[in-house]
């Protein structure tokens, strides 16, 4: 298939593999984290990591959108749904999710009406398709996905759509890459950036991260052979010397960005003064609400929302995950009180979640002793 | 030659009403001239309680599947065609040939008759092909809104001509798998036939009977171990169950996977493990290795495994999990399908 084999062309990644050896000091491991879920997936996906040498340990970090968002707000997106004449749509991923009172999908089962949608444009079809009902979207996701839900926004409004809303949990990249580049004991010496949040934010908006704290990025797309190329670059800057943002996702991503969906961003939203994200905490400036202009589609104000905080189970160590402090299986309910199946902590819930995709694609690699469920 | 009926029945109605599954003269007119009509054979003919059927020496298969598939009917097939193979191919990998179905049917209100008709006739023409006779069958109406136009549920027996033991517990390691064609057509013809995707392509759902198949690999006796029909959960759950089931490890070459490329590319903007996705006439099996190269050939001799290929070996380590070379040259485990990406393809 044209666009997708030459990424995953076996000749290519072996050719990859050989300069990343090169590229490396016998005994000297390099730990780079990947930031985006769709990285992480990739890896396993492909057995990525079984060809890149005992030097390069790849660290899995916080991008995957479903699995930062606080078991409060999924109780929020419950008491929606659980509104008489409401529907809720949302994507995929987040169905599962679990929350204080359980998941969207188990809300469903009970009585409220939750829908998949693969987009908010979809939501908003279907707003108009049944006007008797009122539709909300529960917006998730980083810069990636802000602009359909930015341009779902200008739609409504320019259509006076008069049933629907949307729920409002975006959140940036910038506060949480800086959470754990804070981290007392920073275990991460090198980044592979976003692909997709950068198609619209630009590479350099990650200039901050070699100038303010000495760690080199490389944005990167997500098939096999990109994010190969990715680490190589990493390493070679490393040998040259070089700490920098360089950007190998270059048939997509700009410099500068996409001045259009940030536009329509900054139309349609505006940031938070802070927000909670499950395993880093509340962060300030970290996520976008509704700007007021928009205040009759802005789900927050027309419901009567809980808004509790809900701390995480005791157990998960979701947050140590997320910053790169702890591996997947270090976790002490890794794939026993928490697995895909019966997820605890949201790294388990979405296959981008760090978790959940060593325990179904990766938990072989595990010295023997310490493998579950194997 | 059937016997010519003294009267022959009618059926005026343009649309399925509630009068229809309450017991009467509409229910009586619904069964003899449409149901009775389209299916048409010897064992339904008396229209009695019970379908009575010849004995059959030797063991039996029995099995039941309900079908629910949205929409009803999709590019390569329909829900009465898949109620048909669908219960054929669980009879035929048990071994058996397939010999009588029963159907049991869901009709909401207000469904067109002559929708229903087309449902059925496309029934009977696939009991044909399968070589089965929907033996019984009742109907009930259900109030409009109740259900998506129709389900379907069909049970079948099938017999066992032959004394072969098959299942996970007799695989052994060095065996090899064998996959009948390619992968994931069904589930992602149905996804985009309903249309909420707003994706177009050229994908046509593999639903066709696997008992020829079957009865094929069966003449290679006991080099034969186990067949599935990779349908919900696609391949990768059949064959993590034979690996969970087997205490066995099962190693698959990703580069000899085939899907089409239309599936494939539909695939990649879901972001679906074609792996994951139902397939409806297709057969897994694995047999000693010894025999592979003959059941290749048995298999690739008919037209609905042209494409068959080896896929995978048998190995011992590590038990209990199913590995995936990837064609990029590392590897990763196939676990079972947690949640389901496509809901209602079958």
Known sequence: MKYVDEYRDPELARGLAAEIRSLVTPGEVVRVMEICGGHTHAIYRHGLEELLPPEVELVHGPGCPVCVIPMGRVDDAIAIAETEGVTLATFGDMLRVPGGRGSLLEANARGADVRMVYSPLDALELARQEPERHVCFFAIGFETTAPATAVTLLRARAARVPNFSVFCNHVLIEPPLRAILETPGLRVDAFVGPGHVSSVIGTDAYRFIPEEYGRPIVVSAFEPVDLLQSIAMLLRQRVDGRCEVENQYTRVVRREGNARALAAIAETMEAREDFEWRGLGPLPRSALRIRDELAAVDAERLFALPGARIEDPKACRCGEVLTGQLKPWECGVFGTACTPERPLGTCMVSSEGACAAFFSYGRLRLPREARVGA | ?346
């Open chain 2, 1 to 346: 030659m059937p016997e010519p009926r003294r009267r022959r029945p009618v059926l005026r109605d343009e649309r399925i009403t509630l009068a229809h599954g309450a017991g009467g003269k509409a229910t009586r007119d619904l069964v003899e001239a449409l149901f009775a009509e389209e299916l048409d054979n010897e064992a339904l003919a008396p229209l009695g309680d019970s379908a009575v059927v010849p004995s059959v020496a030797g063991r039996l298969a029995v099995t039941t599947d309900s079908y629910v598939v949205r929409p009803l009917e999709f590019p390569g097939g329909d829900i009465g065609e898949l109620a048909v193979y669908g219960t054929v191919n669980d009879l035929a990998v048990a071994g058996a040939r397939p010999l009588w179905l029963s159907a049991g049917f869901v009709l909401e209100e207000g469904l067109p008759v002559a929708r229903l008709r087309g449902l059925v006739a496309s029934m009977a023409d696939a009991a044909r092909r399968a070589g089965v006779a929907v033996a019984a069958g009742d109907t009930k109406v259900v109030e409009r809104g109740k259900a998506d136009g129709l389900y379907v549920t069909t049970s079948g027996v099938g017999a066992l001509e032959h004394d072969l033991a098959l299942g996970p517990e007799q695989v052994r390691p060095g065996d090899r798998v064998l996959l009948s064609g390619t992968l994931a057509d069904h589930g992602m013809a149905v996804m985009i036939a309903r249309g909420d995707l707003r994706l177009e392509g050229d994908v046509v759902s593999d639903t066709a009977p696997v008992h020829e198949l079957t009865a094929a690999l069966l003449r290679l006796g006991d080099a034969v171990r186990w067949m599935r029909d990779p349908t919900r959960g696609g391949l990768a759950t059949a064959l993590a169950e034979l690996a969970s089931q087997s205490g066995l490890a099962v190693r698959v070459r990703e580069a000899a996977l085939l899907v089409r490329p239309a599936v494939r590319a539909a695939c990649e903007i879901l972001g679906i493990d074609p792996l994951y996705v139902a397939n409806e006439g297709k057969l897994v099996a694995v047999v000693d290795a010894g025999a592979a190269a003959d059941a290749l050939a048995l298999l690739r001799a008919d037209p609905l495994g042209a494409d068959a290929a080896e896929i995978g070996t048998v190995e011992s380590e590590p038990p209990g999990l199913v590995l995936l070379d990837t064609t990029l040259g590392g590897s990763r485990i196939v676990d079972v399908l947690v949640g389901d990406p496509l809901p209602r393809i079958c």
